[in-house]
């Protein structure tokens, strides 16, 4: 079985002030990782993905992530958060031989002018 | 190459009644994935297709909820008789082959049972 732990629901953070959102998984198997960016009543929007090769992965709008297998952790990294970066986020996991996402609750990224 | 295009984008039932969601994947597209995201919680997954076959429905609710994929034209997400509870966004993803890690969300529709 496949879970997902995001670890803050809501975050405030000031204008051009780094900022990282966490994440921790379990599964019993190999896995797929991924964070989505939800902005108001819009859908899900990719952000980035780890499928293999270098642990660090960096996506798009300034944002990467650090996938660590020992903490079974896929944390999420801006150095200088902009107001547009509010917003709702989401990490997944996706077995490698699985066909359905697995969603944390999602982080309420708050950017304070 | 339009995204995938899910319709309506809001919709209000009363108790009771049909409501009938539907999902266009992108072009060349053939697997679709319905989820559902509950009022402050994450997505949660209903239902796997390909064309004209259920490949995974181990999400769906055992009653009042149904979907298909024909040959030709939308996935269709059917829920009878709906319930407050029944309220939520509704999304769907498609990608090109199984395994998603290719999936592009649509923008989902908000049901709201009144």
């Known amino acids: 079985a496949q879970s997902v732990t995001q670890l803050d629901s809501q975050v405030p953070v000031f204008e051009e002030a780094p900022v990282e959102l966490r994440c921790n998984y379990s599964?019993?198997?190999?896995?797929?990782l991924f964070w989505y960016v939800q902005y108001p009543n819009q859908g899900l929007q990719l952000l980035l993905k780890?499928?293999?090769?270098?642990?660090l992965v960096k996506g798009i709008n300034g944002f990467e992530a650090e996938f660590n297998k020992s903490q079974t952790s896929f944390h999420l990294r801006k150095p200088s958060v902009h107001i547009s970066d509010t917003a709702e986020y989401f990490c997944a996991v996706i077995p490698f031989t699985g066909n359905q996402f697995y969603f944390g609750t999602g982080t309420s990224l708050t950017v304070i002018p | 190459n339009a995204g995938v295009m899910q319709n309506p984008r809001h919709l209000v039932r009363r108790r009771g009644q049909e409501a009938r969601l539907r999902c266009s994947p992108m072009k060349g597209h053939s697997h679709v994935y319905w989820y559902r995201q509950l009022p402050e919680e994450g997505l949660k997954f209903m239902v796997y297709?390909?064309?004209?076959?259920?490949?995974?429905e181990s999400g769906m609710p055992k009653e009042r909820f149904s979907a298909e994929f024909p040959k030709e034209g939308p996935s269709i997400l059917r829920i009878q008789q709906v319930v407050r509870g029944d309220s939520a966004a509704y999304f769907c993803a498609s990608s090109p082959a199984g395994g998603n890690t290719e999936a592009f969300f649509g923008q989902g529709t908000r049901l709201t049972v009144v």
């Open positions: 297709l390909q064309k004209e076959n259920i490949i995974d």
């Open positions: 780890y499928l293999s090769g270098s642990t």
């Open positions: 599964s019993s198997v190999s896995v797929y």
